[in-house]
């Protein structure tokens, strides 16, 4: 039972349309969260973190946690064909332990 | 900048054969991680190492011992490779706790 949850599987927005992406652990011991990348073919590559309660934004990219329910939340507005990906959520605890989720597929349609 | 470097990039063994993936990093960095990548799905941590000569397990590792020789190498030995375990494995390092990891290209297994 994987301990990092993510949803949805995949997700099809038009070019242009805000996607919203979902991640919860049920790890208590974590305390950061991780986004990364992965287009097809390639290794993955981290998008954003986040530690603390609240929001954070780096251009079309937003990410949201709720640490008191471990869930945090990936949102890209302005969606391109390029953003077309596998995204991942990972947690981590104090020993180092990263934990990757299973990822959701997202295809942004022309 | 740094790079990690994963060899064999393609990895053909038999079914039941002891097969060994090896990674390098010039990064500098403590910690490094084996996952491995099933077709299209998420990543599932074999083993890690928070310093040279630790070794930590993952969720996924039985079949397979790791060996962190020196800092900057980093090795996992399948046991005996299974057709059901073919699959990407990813090496990966960070400076430590709490800090971006950075992955390499990736060995591809084949079990035939």
């Not at chain 1, 992406?21 to 993955?44: A, E, I, M």
């Not at chain 1, 890209?76 to 180092?96: E, V």
């Not at chain 2, 910690?31 to 299209?40: A, F, I, N, V």
Request: glycine share 10%; charged share 20%; proline share 3%.
């Amino acid at each position: 039972q994987q301990k990092v949850q993510q949803s949805p599987e995949s997700l099809i927005v038009p070019e242009g349309g805000m996607a919203s992406l979902n991640c919860t652990s049920s790890d208590r011991n974590v305390d950061y969260f991780w986004w990364y990348r992965q287009h097809s073919g390639k290794s993955p590559k981290m998008l954003m973190s986040i530690f603390s309660n609240g929001e954070k934004e780096e251009g079309r990219f937003t990410v949201h946690l709720n640490k008191a329910s471990l869930h945090t939340s990936l949102h890209i507005r302005d969606s391109q064909p390029s953003d077309s990906a596998l995204y991942l959520c990972a947690a981590s605890n104090a020993g180092a332990k990263l934990t990757f989720g299973g990822g959701t597929r997202l295809t942004v349609r022309p | 900048g740094g790079i990690i470097t994963q060899t064999p990039k393609f990895l053909i063994g038999q079914e039941g054969q002891k097969l060994t993936l090896k990674c390098q990093q010039n990064f500098n960095h403590d910690t490094m991680y084996w996952y491995r990548q099933d077709s299209g799905k998420g990543l599932r941590l074999i083993y890690y190492s928070i310093t040279e000569n630790d070794l930590q397990k993952g969720d996924l590792s039985e079949g397979y011992d790791a060996s962190r020789e020196k800092k900057s190498s980093f090795s996992l030995t399948v046991t005996s490779a299974q057709k059901n375990e073919m699959a990407v494995f990813l090496c990966a390092s960070s400076m430590g706790r709490n800090t971006e990891v950075f992955f390499g290209k990736g060995t591809r297994l084949t079990v035939v």
